[in-house]
């Protein structure tokens, strides 16, 4: 099972791009990589996922090098509203699953 | 839109009690997934199930047990609840399909054992 590494917390200013990255070291060759958002009292949302390279989205970019064993979650112009958790979770491709979560970055968004 | 509807937001029970956490979905997805939070420690996986009937264990399986009999609706069963199963239960669910399919949470149950 890939296990992922992510900072604890990160703080930004509103307005600012903000750059999460999670390390996977011992990702596989099937793995996908996939970013979730948790606010509280809630359960975690899909933000985006990507295997390689880059992908991008209405909210965020998901950048992949090419030894896939990191990846970095891209959140542009944060507001307010974006404080929360961000989980990076890596998977195998599909199957019988087996999904490893990072412990998750608490991301404050200060005004 | 899709919903995945845990029975209970809050729950208390005691130390040696059997417990049922429920979970339904409404998106017709084959897979589906018990998680515990707990701070520090992340999400992880209890058990998780790819059909009908079908389970297998997740990370940390010991003391929980599981039951799928229908597809929409997949319960997680603490045989002898301890104080150390406190936590906030999460189920999910995805679909089959090419490539990994994103997965649907529900808001989660926070369970206390006395």
């Known amino acids: 099972l890939a296990k992922t590494t992510q900072p604890i917390s990160m703080d930004s200013y509103e307005g600012q791009e903000v750059n999460i990255t999670c390390s996977h070291n011992?990702?596989?060759?099937?793995?996908?990589i996939t970013w979730y958002q948790q606010f509280p009292s809630q359960g975690p949302r899909f933000i985006i996922q990507?295997?390689?390279t880059k992908v991008t989205n209405e909210v965020a970019s998901l950048f992949i090098p090419a030894d896939r064993k990191s990846s970095t979650l891209s959140l542009p112009r944060v507001s307010l509203s974006d404080t929360a958790v961000y989980y990076c979770?890596?998977?195998?491709?599909?199957?019988?699953?087996?999904?490893?979560f990072g412990t998750g970055t608490r991301l404050t968004i200060i005004p | 839109d899709v919903k995945v509807t845990q029975s209970s937001r809050y729950l208390v029970k005691r130390t040696g009690e059997k417990v049922f956490l429920e979970c339904v979905q409404d998106?017709?997805?084959?897979?589906m997934f018990w998680y515990r939070q707990d701070p520090g420690l992340g999400l992880r996986l209890i058990y998780f199930s790819y059909d009908v009937k079908m389970k297998e264990k997740g990370d940390i399986p010991e003391g929980y047990s599981v039951s799928r009999e229908k597809k929409e609706r997949f319960s997680l069963i603490l045989e002898s609840a301890s104080t150390n199963q406190t936590s906030m239960y999460l189920c999910?669910?995805?679909?089959?399909?090419?490539?990994?399919?994103?997965?649907?949470f529900g808001d989660g149950t926070r369970l206390s054992i006395l």
């Open positions: 999910a669910s995805s679909a089959t399909g090419q490539g990994n399919q994103p997965q649907h």
């Open positions: 979770l890596v998977a195998l491709l599909s199957g019988n699953e087996k999904l490893t």
């Open positions: 011992n990702i596989a060759t099937n793995d996908y």
């Open positions: 990507g295997y390689k």
């Open positions: 998106m017709d997805h084959e897979n």
